[in-house]
């Protein structure tokens, strides 16, 4: 059916009289955009474009190269019905390197202009996809909002730092094309009835870190209005430039190569070098200090206040774990100056203490104090907690980032996200309309939601658990206050 209607929408098109440029978005899943003509998909109450190039292929010659913009407007119309291909990365069949596109979904017949938001994909920096059936943005778009899913270079093609490639091998090509997808949104987002004034990042994971980084950006300060940080390590020491190209030189090494023909090997044997060294190294591929696009790390940059001074949520899930070695948090917990039955008395498995630790160290504590220093530069500012587990896993939940991105997109039914109950469904109802209302205005709150109080001169934060939805005094200040130390 949605075929059936995207051709009946290209029939429209042609058959008008009038320039592409001043058709009425809405009427039919098409929209001119500095590419030339695109023409989408549409399903239920929702038109999707797929698949559309924000920069031209960072292949051969253009491989460890900022993006650049795709070829000259074409005067043919093109299909925008399936996603492209993910970036390559390990243990992924169907990828390509040709993979700097983005997916556009938009309420159908619903004039603009219209509140944008920006998703910027997870996965260590190293793995991940916006086309992810999880991230479909049709239950966010059918509250009359514009979302826009983005896919970006990732591992060593993303992140890989050497003095041979190009601008002094900084390294942050992955940063450079989410910046790159903005401009995108920015100069065409109106030609999907999108308001480029009214831009919301949000994302989880190394997507949130990226968007920090962003906010501290000058280069792309202007391309947004709003940011969601959900699971931001906000105290995470980023590689300076030495680091990052140390192991790129180790990385070619791994190959053979000094460099200089890096960008003539196939990706199949950089693939493989690439889990070599992540196995090594599991941070080897990620955004480091370059002394331009990234000046500083994302703390030191709260604290300096150097961040763009925007609407903020900031939040992390109550259990984050998934990412150190249980030694290696061992470690941690002893050099924190308190011991574990301090800090967790009623936990007396080891594997338990580490795993609360892991997410307060990294997750829990850095974010509210990124809270703290963005509300102190005056700044709205929003704190969450997640802790709400769907009923059908109860009996055996399961912890690890992303656990509220089911609820947030409304996915069912598809890898990552189960069937949802009545109530299950109530909470994520809840849960999307806070983003929706920040995506709006910079303030989640709404009628007959839940009050969510800033977080402006106090530890307040919204506590989404199983036994209800509340703003309250963090519980866990006390701790927290313990491992900031």
């Known amino acids: 059916m949605r075929f059936l209607l995207a051709l009946i929408a290209a029939s429209a098109c042609l058959c008008s009289t009038g320039p592409a440029a001043a058709q009425q978005v809405g009427q039919f899943p098409f929209a001119l955009t500095r590419e030339g003509q695109m023409l989408g998909a549409v399903e239920g109450e929702v038109a999707s474009f797929k698949g559309m190039a924000y920069a031209a292929p960072p292949v051969g010659p253009l491989r460890w190269r900022p993006p650049q913009l795709t070829p000259e407007k074409s005067s043919e119309m093109r299909t925008a019905y399936e996603y492209a291909a993910p970036c390559p990365q390990p243990s992924v069949s169907g990828t390509s390197e040709d993979c700097l596109t983005l997916n556009v979904f938009r309420p159908f017949g619903v004039d603009g202009p219209l509140p944008v938001m920006v998703f910027i994909h997870g996965g260590g920096f190293v793995r991940g996809t916006a086309n992810d059936p999880l991230f479909d943005g049709a239950r966010l778009a059918q509250a009359g909002l514009i979302v826009v899913t983005v896919n970006y270079r990732l591992g060593m093609l993303g992140w890989l730092g050497h003095p ?12 450079m094309d989410q910046v790159a997808a903005l401009r995108w949104v920015h100069d065409n987002i109106a030609a999907f009835g999108g308001d480029p004034r009214n831009v919301t990042l949000f994302g989880t994971g190394a997507g949130a870190t990226s968007i920090a980084l962003l906010m501290l950006c000058g280069e792309a300060r202007e391309l947004f209005q709003k940011a969601i940080l959900q699971s931001v390590p906000g105290r995470v020491r980023l590689r300076s430039r030495p680091d990052a190209e140390a192991s790129g030189l180790q990385f070619a ?15 199949t044997r950089l693939l493989a070098a690439e889990g070599k060294l992540l196995a090594k190294s599991p941070q080897a591929f990620a955004p480091s200090i370059d002394g ?8 030191a940059g709260f604290a300096a206040g150097h961040e763009g001074r925007i609407p903020l949520i900031v939040g992390a899930n109550d259990d984050e774990t998934g990412f150190d ?44 104090l990124l809270a703290r220093l963005h509300a102190a530069s005056g700044a709205p500012t929003y704190r969450y907690r997640f802790g709400y587990v769907p009923e059908a896993r109860r009996a055996n939940p399961e912890g690890g980032q992303g656990r509220e991105l089911q609820f947030i997109f409304g996915a069912e039914g598809v890898p990552g996200a189960g069937i949802l109950s009545r109530r299950d469904r109530e909470v994520a109802g809840r ?18 939601l839940p009050r969510w109080d800033a977080a402006a001169g106090s530890d307040r934060l919204l506590l989404i658990t199983n036994d209800g939805i509340a703003s309250g005094d963090d519980p866990l200040a006390k701790r927290l206050d313990r491992l900031a130390r």
């Open 292 to 299: 331009s696009l990234v000046t500083e790390d994302i703390a």
């Open 164 to 175: 041979a490639l190009s601008d002094g091998g900084s390294g942050n090509y992955g940063l």
């Open 431 to 448: 849960m999307r309309a806070y983003w929706i209302n920040f995506a709006r205005s910079g303030d989640p709150n709404g009628p007959e």
């Open 325 to 368: 070695s249980e030694p290696d948090i061992a470690e941690a917990l002893a050099s924190s100056g308190a011991t574990a039955e301090q800090l967790y008395p009623d936990l007396a498995k080891s594997t338990d203490v580490a795993a609360r630790f892991y997410t307060d160290k990294v997750f829990s504590e850095p974010v509210r």
């Open 253 to 267: 090494a791994t190959l053979g190569k000094d460099g200089a023909d890096l960008r003539a090997v196939s990706v």
